[in-house]
């Protein structure tokens, strides 16, 4: 969703970060695919986001031929907020449907869950999926145990930092369970969208929160990554 999707890409891919890109659905992945394919730090991931939830049907094929490619699935899940519960029903559908595939061939996968954090958590369990990434987490303090009970991670991005609801959250997050994203380009740095370069502010931050040194929240959070992929 950048102005300039591949030159992001690019940006990302020179500076070494290694970037989960997700996408809104299979056919903008398979748009993308030809083209990160061939850069070493990016991964694609294969999407059926909840507020695209009247196409997903249509795509639903796709979204199966697309796992083929991909061990990233996102974005993926449920948004029960005003701008989404219209399509609440299909969005159960939909979510139910990507959970019985990446239940078959486990895989990375980053969910959306704004005021449905419940239910998604009531999915995931139902469908025997765990690990996932729950992306910008903003429920409440007991559903974010449940969440870590079931051995789920939280990313978090620089906007975050910027409420005290969103660093309790940060604050709440067990060393092992916590995964770095930027959400851009919806996430502003001041008078730009966020890259993936950004995932630093956090990381800055955590510096003061874990009283640890910034090479060693890297590795930390790279671990974590790794522990998010089920094997």
Not at 44 to 62: D, Q
Request: with cysteine; charged share 25%; net charge neutral.
């Amino acid at each position: 969703m950048y102005s300039d999707p591949y030159g992001t890409a690019l940006l990302a891919n020179r500076s070494g970060v290694l970037t989960v890109s997700v996408t809104q659905l299979p056919s903008g992945f398979e748009q993308a695919y030809p083209h990160v394919r061939p850069l070493r730090y990016i991964r694609l991931a294969v999407g059926l986001h909840p507020l695209m939830a009247s196409e997903h049907r249509r795509e639903c094929e796709l979204f199966k031929s697309c796992l083929e490619k991909t061990s990233y699935v996102g974005e993926v899940g449920l948004d029960f907020s005003a701008e989404g519960l219209t399509t609440r029903e299909l969005q159960v559908e939909s979510f139910r449907f990507v959970l019985q595939h990446v239940r078959q061939t486990p895989k990375f996968i980053s969910i959306h869950s704004r005021r449905a954090e419940r239910v998604v958590l009531d999915l995931l369990e139902e469908a025997k999926v765990s690990p996932a990434v729950f992306h910008w987490y903003s429920g409440s303090q007991i559903q974010l145990q449940r969440l870590l009970r079931l051995g789920h991670f939280c990313s978090v991005n620089p906007a975050m930092l910027r409420s005290e609801k969103g660093r309790a959250i940060i604050q709440s997050l067990p060393q092992d369970r916590l995964i770095t994203e930027t959400d851009g380009p919806y996430v502003q740095i001041g008078q730009r969208p966020a890259v993936p370069m950004d995932v630093s502010l956090v990381e800055e931050f955590l510096v003061t929160e874990w009283k640890m040194p910034i090479e060693e929240i890297r590795y930390q959070i790279k671990s974590n990554l790794r522990a998010s992929i089920p094997v």
